[in-house]
């Protein structure tokens, strides 16, 4: 049988942090119709983590919704075991779960700093050290990829431009940059390759004052010359590559999948 677009993830397992909605969402959705076996992490939303696990089963995938504060290093480890126990084991971790905590800096409160960093710098930490720690352990499985293992990081677009309002967010992107890149060098010698996705404005709950009337809408695609906002799906398909052996050569690289936002568009008629 040739291998058709859909099933390039036949027989991998997958953690996708942040995945009750939004973009987590989508992704854990695009992987386990591409073949993979998916754990759907959440921290709240139980419910909307099981419509996902639902969908996907009725899709005919495999998926398991499990409870986990990425924030948190016990949480962290109980997450992977989980992995280990359902699936036996792992070869995709895309490390979705974000928030934002947006405050003008002089407004901004210790706790918004910190729980931003925690979720978006930490968290990611936390789970590119497990996986490595478990792609390290298990060896290659070349019937099933060619790498040993793939860790996506979901960042933003945020991560080059700076974000006025937001400095807890954009530093955790900022941070997360270099940690995907040093943890890609770091890995690449064992045959793991570390990349992330930095997406610029896709219509998810995140951002719904930014595109929920006509006149933000408009503002908001003033920043996006493609002409239309991201949906979750375009990252859904771009973390499919950049698990599979399609993008074998590719580590340490981010994909901005933001319809132009990081082509500084200012400048069109500017400067
Ligand atoms: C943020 C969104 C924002 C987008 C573009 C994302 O990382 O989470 O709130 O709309 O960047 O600015």
């Known amino acids: 049988m040739t291998a058709s677009a ?23 959705r695009a992987l386990a119709a591409a073949g993979a076996r998916v754990i759907v992490n959440f921290i709240g939303g139980e419910e ?10 009725a899709a005919g995938g495999k998926a398991l919704a499990v409870r986990a504060d990425v ?5 962290v480890r109980s997450l992977f075991a989980a992995a ?17 905590r947006d405050a003008a800096l ?45 860790i996506i990081c979901i960042s933003s677009v945020h991560d080059v431009i700076p974000w006025a309002g937001h400095v807890n967010y954009a530093a955790s992107k900022g941070g997360l940059n270099m940690m995907m890149k040093s943890v890609a060098q770091e890995l690449a010698f064992h045959r793991v390759r570390v990349n992330a996705i930095s997406p610029g404005a896709i219509k998810t709950a995140i951002n719904r004052a930014a595109w929920e009337t006509p006149e933000a809408m408009a503002r908001l695609l003033a920043l ?48």
Not at 6 to 23: M, P, Y
């Open 6 to 28: 859909e099933r390039l993830l036949d027989g991998q397992r997958a953690i996708v942090t942040g995945a009750s909605s939004g973009i987590g969402a989508a992704v854990a």
């Open 106 to 150: 002089v407004d901004m409160t210790l706790a918004d700093w910190d729980t931003v960093i925690g979720v978006n710098l930490t968290g990611q930490f936390l789970c590119a050290r497990e996986a490595a720690r478990l792609f390290l352990k298990q060896g290659a499985r070349p019937e099933v990829s060619t790498a040993a293992g793939k």
């Open 48 to 57: 909307r983590a099981g419509q996902v696990v639902g969908d996907i089963a």
């Open 224 to 271: 996006a010359p493609y002409g239309r906002l991201g949906e979750p799906d375009d990252i859904g398909k771009a973390a499919v590559w950049l698990a599979s052996d399609e993008s074998d050569y590719v580590t340490g690289a981010t994909l901005y999948v933001d319809g132009g936002m990081t082509l500084y568009p200012g400048f069109i008629d500017n400067g």
């Open 84 to 100: 280990v126990d359902a699936w036996g084991g792992l070869d995709i971790l895309v490390g979705n779960a974000g928030v934002q």
């Open 71 to 75: 924030s948190r290093e016990d949480q």
